[in-house]
């Protein structure tokens, strides 16, 4: 039992270590479009060319660009970390007792993960990204307050401070209704579409590359663009499904008093915003959730592939 064991504490450790690496980078290099998302979805008046006006006439531009990285890195860090894990051990179960069906036969030549039925991506993705999001929950409230400008916080420790003595312990987990909501059908999506477009792209890719050869192989620079390109897809297609949670999400996480649940908060935007409201932020969101994704995923499969070859 303990040389099973011991095999599968050290993949899941790799799986861990990859995703943390892959979501510090992910986060760093992308936190001003995360920034100005948070800024024009924090209210109906906010539009992205005064949103970068105001930030353009800071002292410190790059330092208020890059205002909220130790939140953010730390929130996507540990969950990419916490979400590439647990999706991991979820698809390896799924893939090892056809628990949603048969996996396909056919393989993503340029990935060394599973392949797995339709619903059995779908399902694994959402599952892993609730319960991300679920411990996460406080690190994403102290990182969109860090982004907004409505708070003033000098340091993690007094924005946890803060919201505590403001909100008391539910303020930390304000708009994981929403998170939810948004996250679950996009995680779900995106693997499902993410390895259906790595089976597409591989495949086109090999046929071009190798005419009449061994279409199962693929260079790692072949394979990193493949995995790449099919990451940028998919996060565009589902984040433009659920920006309307994300805008809603972010409302609730800054004024949690004014906006107080999912439905009250929608409601209340569309009724004194309208239906723009909920498409705040989405150019911003497409492009930083399909960067971020591809980026993340990339990363996280080179990681483990060259885990796997050593």
Partial sequence: MKDHASPVRTKSTRHFISG???GIASAVILQPLDLLKTRVQQSGDSSLSACWKELRQSPHVARSLWRGTVPSALRTGFGSALYFTSLNAIRQYAQRTNLLGRSPHRQNISSTLPTLTVWANLTSGAVARTFAGFILMPLTVIKVRFESNLYSYSSVASAAADIRRRDGLRGFFSGFG????????????YVLFYEMLKTHLGSLAAAT?????????MTLSAASSVNFASGILAGAACSAVSNPFDAVKTRIQLQPREYRNVWQAGYKMVMDEGFRSLLDGLALRMSRKALSSALAWTVYEELIRRFSSS
Avoid at 183 to 189: I, N, Q, R, T, V
Avoid at 211 to 217: H, S
């Fill in 20 to 22: 943390l690496g892959s």
């Fill in 178 to 189: 929403a998170t939810a909501i948004r996250d679950a059908p996009y995680a779900g999506l």
């Fill in 209 to 217: 590359s190798h005419a009449g050869g061994d279409q199962q192989k």
